[in-house]
T-cell receptor, first 113, second 111 residues
Framework: DTGVSQDPRHKITKRGQNVTFRCDPI?????LYWYRQTLGQGPEFLTYFQNEAQLEKSRLLSDRFSAERPKGSFSTLEIQRTEQGDSAMYLC???????????FGEGSRLTVL | GEDVEQSLFLSVREGDSSVINCTYT??????LYWYKQEPGAGLQLLTYIFSNMDMKQDQRLTVLLNKKDKHLSLRIADTQTGDSAIYFC???????????FGRGTSLIVHP
């Protein structure tokens, strides 16, 4: 399967712990996006990368959140000192710039107790 | 800022056509998308349309774009129970190209 893959699919953690999510995009895609989705809402943009450069961050991305894409391939999203309000589905998507085909992974669901 | 609006629910009978509507505000939109999401899953790209088109058909799916009114619709012909899901409309503009999503329309197909 050469789609977008995310790991882990589910994560349950206690408030105050750190968590990290990984996204492996489709191999030839140079743009990678992170979105957050809460119940009953559409995906909300967090940040995106073009190759290894992080080009834009949403105001939703507080100081506790950090994202990297060190070699322009996979990306990680880390949340430090998790809060209950961080509970959500974290979605990764990738695309080749200039085309329309934006593909999403299955998401990583975070539950903060 | 950009805004994408959808009605929240649509209920149809199996075999009928479904039409899901979406309006957006960004007049510089380049691509407009329809995604399907089933419970607990990610978003599945159904189809997308480039802004210089007004219609796109793909098997049971027909997308209509009215750029003047900033209105996008998705028609599903011969709707089946397997089509029950949440459908998201999204638009992206040139330049930064960050897709903005609506809240989704929950499609319920009943026998």
């Amino acid at each position: 399967d050469t789609g977008v893959s995310q790991d882990p699919r589910h994560k349950i953690t206690k408030r105050g712990q750190n968590v990290t999510f990984r996204c492996d995009p489709i191999s030839e895609h140079n743009r990678l996006y992170w979105y957050r989705q809460t119940l009953g809402q559409g995906p909300e943009f967090l940040t995106y990368f073009q190759n290894e450069a992080q080009l834009e961050k949403s105001r939703l991305l507080s100081d506790r959140f950090s994202a990297e894409r060190p070699k322009g391939s996979f990306s990680t999203l880390e949340i430090q000192r998790t809060e209950q309000g961080d509970s959500a589905m974290y979605l990764c998507a990738s695309i080749t710039q200039g085309t329309g085909e934006l593909f999403f992974g299955e998401g990583s669901r975070l539950t903060v107790l | 800022g950009e805004d994408v609006e959808q009605s929240l629910f649509l209920s149809v009978r199996e075999g009928d056509s479904s039409v899901i509507n979406c309006t957006y505000t960004d007049s510089s939109s380049t691509y407009l998308y329809w995604y399907k999401q089933e419970p607990g899953a990610g978003l599945q790209l159904l189809t997308y349309i480039f802004s210089n088109m007004d219609m796109k058909q793909d098997q049971r799916l027909t997308v209509l774009l009215n750029k003047k009114d900033k209105h996008l619709s998705l028609r599903i012909a011969d709707t089946q129970t397997g089509d029950s899901a949440i459908y998201f409309c999204a638009e992206s503009a040139g330049g930064s190209y960050i897709p903005t999503f609506g809240r989704g329309t929950s499609l319920i197909v009943h026998p």
